[in-house]
């Protein structure tokens, strides 16, 4: 599965039109200059620089697109092809991979325990990122323009069973159900949103939830803006990365894929972007908002559900130190697990191959998670 990195074939240069970007970045097609906009980046921790690297030097190639953080593991997607370049989380290359069947990634995006990938299609890839296979392959049945360039995880759509969020450039939004359906549209008029490459949902900061956008203003913006998800609307708050100063001298970008997460840095509610640079791409992190270390330390938040789909064994992994309390259900609410672990590994080989629900209680916290048994 892992490769060697190769270079890009000549053939996938962008046309004249894309001058002055870098080589492989994949620019808006109808990108206006008027659009150009300046950042209300505000003294406080929002938008505070937690990293930049310059991950087009460090792989050895730009044309990175997609970006998701995945089991301590930060994967970027090499644009219009089907490799995925794997990183560490202080930006060091690690190495390349493909995946059977999934190709053309634009997006990555996750509900904690799967990856989905977008090609700009209608097509989401359900991928397993432990055995790093394909799953299952989602067609999104949208009634918009909306493609998979912009392909963003949402936990609260259809009643809380989750979907996405779904855009392509200049479009409206469409958000579809796990299994393509089309849920809901919103109309360009009202998100306001033009030029968009990333998303992300955050059910985190204060005031939420929001969708955040990564869109390319002006020939030379990268624009990330908040959206309230309520309603799918501007809250004003916005931030240019080619104007904050945290680019390196003489760097500019357009915008990549952009992913959220509470464990990439810790402590901190990170939002991860892609600048699809000149000269090189960029890897950058900024604070959303604090984590206060007491709740980080007594509280579950998360936890990690490893391998999944798993056959005799899962390993069950929290930041939170004590006995986990396990309760597993079938899918039609018949408890078969009860029991308490003192470790990580629970004991599954007497459950019939299926799809499970696995409860974890910690410090009178309980979160759930879905469990795939072959």
């Given at each position: 599965?892992?490769?060697?990195?190769?270079?890009?074939?000549?053939?996938?240069?962008?046309?004249?039109?894309?001058?002055?970007?870098?080589?492989?970045?994949?620019?808006?097609?109808?990108?206006?200059?008027?659009?150009?906009?300046?950042?209300?980046?505000?003294?406080?921790?929002?938008?505070?620089?937690?990293?930049?690297?310059?991950?087009?030097?460090?792989?050895?190639?730009?044309?990175?697109?997609?970006?998701?953080?995945?089991?301590?593991?930060?994967?970027?997607?090499?644009?219009?092809?089907?490799?995925?370049?794997?990183?560490?989380?202080?930006?060091?290359?690690?190495?390349?991979?493909?995946?059977?069947?999934?190709?053309?990634?634009?997006?990555?995006?996750?509900?904690?325990?799967?990856?989905?990938?977008?090609?700009?299609?209608?097509?989401?890839?359900?991928?397993?990122?432990?055995?790093?296979?394909?799953?299952?392959?989602?067609?999104?049945?949208?009634?918009?323009?909306?493609?998979?360039?912009?392909?963003?995880?949402?936990?609260?759509?259809?009643?809380?069973?989750?979907?996405?969020?779904?855009?392509?450039?200049?479009?409206?939004?469409?958000?579809?159900?796990?299994?393509?359906?089309?849920?809901?549209?919103?109309?360009?008029?009202?998100?306001?949103?033009?030029?968009?490459?990333?998303g992300a949902v955050d059910t985190v900061s204060v005031g939420g939830?929001?969708?955040?956008?990564?869109?390319?203003?002006?020939?030379?913006?990268?624009?990330?803006?908040?959206?309230?998800?309520?309603?799918?609307?501007?809250?004003?708050?916005?931030?240019?990365?080619?104007?904050?100063?945290?680019?390196?001298?003489?760097?500019?970008?357009?915008?990549?894929?952009?992913?959220?997460?509470?464990?990439?840095?810790?402590?901190?509610?990170?939002?991860?972007?892609?600048?699809?640079?000149?000269?090189?791409?960029?890897?950058?992190?900024?604070?959303?908002?604090?984590?206060?270390?007491?709740?980080?330390?007594?509280?579950?938040?998360?936890?990690?559900?490893?391998?999944?789909?798993?056959?005799?064994?899962?390993?069950?992994?929290?930041?939170?130190?004590?006995?986990?309390?396990?309760?597993?259900?079938?899918?039609?609410?018949?408890?078969?697990?009860?029991?308490?672990?003192?470790?990580?590994?629970?004991?599954?080989?007497?459950?019939?191959?299926?799809?499970?629900?696995?409860?974890?209680?910690?410090?009178?916290?309980?979160?759930?998670?879905?469990?795939?048994?072959?």
């Amino acid at each position: 599965m892992v490769k060697k990195l190769q270079a890009y074939a000549l053939g996938l240069i962008l046309s004249a039109g894309a001058v002055g970007h870098a080589q492989y970045a994949e620019i808006n097609p109808v990108i206006d200059a008027s659009q150009t906009t300046t950042s209300s980046n505000a003294t406080t921790a929002l938008f505070d620089l937690l990293f930049n690297y310059e991950i087009g030097n460090e792989i050895g190639a730009n044309g990175n697109a997609g970006v998701i953080y995945i089991n301590g593991e930060i994967w970027v997607s090499a644009w219009a092809s089907n490799e995925i370049r794997i990183l560490s989380p202080d930006g060091l290359y690690l190495e390349s991979m493909t995946i059977p069947g999934v190709t053309g990634i634009r997006s990555f995006t996750s509900d904690g325990t799967l990856v989905y990938a977008g090609d700009a299609s209608n097509v989401i890839y359900e991928i397993d990122p432990v055995y790093r296979s394909l799953e299952n392959t989602i067609l999104a049945m949208v009634t918009t323009t909306a493609k998979s360039r912009m392909t963003a995880y949402d936990p609260t759509l259809d009643n809380g069973n989750g979907g996405f969020w779904l855009s392509d450039f200049n479009s409206d939004f469409s958000a579809v159900d796990m299994d393509g359906d089309e849920l809901r549209v919103i109309p360009m008029s009202v998100h306001g949103a033009s030029g968009v490459y990333g998303g992300a949902v955050d059910t985190v900061s204060v005031g939420g939830p929001y969708l955040w956008t990564f869109e390319q203003r002006g020939n030379e913006d990268a624009l990330i803006r908040q959206l309230r998800l309520s309603d799918v609307t501007p809250t004003g708050v916005e931030y240019n990365y080619n104007t904050s100063g945290h680019q390196p001298g003489g760097n500019t970008s357009i915008a990549g894929g952009l992913f959220i997460s509470p464990d990439i840095v810790p402590g901190k509610l990170t939002m991860m972007g892609i600048g699809q640079g000149t000269p090189t791409d960029q890897l950058f992190g900024l604070e959303l908002m604090d984590l206060p270390l007491n709740v980080d330390q007594n509280k579950l938040t998360s936890f990690s559900l490893y391998p999944n789909p798993a056959t005799d064994f899962v390993n069950i992994e929290t930041t939170v130190s004590g006995d986990k309390a396990i309760v597993v259900y079938d899918m039609l609410g018949k408890q078969v697990i009860n029991t308490v672990i003192s470790r990580n590994r629970l004991d599954i080989s007497g459950l019939k191959s299926g799809v499970y629900m696995v409860s974890i209680s910690q410090n009178d916290n309980t979160l759930t998670k879905k469990l795939i048994v072959k």
